[in-house]
Nanobody, 114 residues
Framework: QVQLVESGGGLVQVGDSLALSCGFS???????IAWHRQAPGKQREFVAS???????RYSNSVKDRFTISRNNADNTASLQMTSLKLEDTAVYYC?????????WGQGTQVTVSS
């Protein structure tokens, strides 16, 4: 079992930056960590992922604006978001895929206003 705790969401303006954090209870058996988001009335979509070996992927909509990283020292993963757009408004979820299963955080709201 892996417990996840997300933080860092909030209300920002277009063009602002915001950082999300995901703390996980253990790094044992983790294959990758990902961020997904779900906007109102839309399906959940992939945002970014990082494998334990450090391989990174981004969706085309956030590439060059968002940066995913992980910190082995304190069992956290972060999503640094810059140049935020209105369409980035969504609930953001941390997802950990481990040998023991697939785990999701409770979600954190990011609202981008004009």
């Amino acid at each position: 079992q892996v417990q996840l705790v997300e933080s860092g969401g909030g209300l920002v303006q277009v063009g602002d930056s915001l950082a999300l954090s995901c703390g996980f209870s253990t790094r044992n058996g983790i294959n990758y960590i990902a961020w997904h988001r779900q906007a109102p009335g839309k399906q959940r979509e992939f945002v970014a992922s990082i494998t334990w070996a450090g391989y990174i992927r981004y969706s085309n909509s956030v590439k060059d604006r968002f940066t995913i990283s992980r910190n082995n020292a304190d069992n956290t993963a972060s999503l640094q978001m810059t140049s935020l757009k209105l369409e980035d408004t969504a609930v953001y979820y941390c997802n950990v895929h481990a040998i023991s299963g697939d785990y999701w955080g409770q979600g954190t709201q990011v609202t981008v206003s004009s």
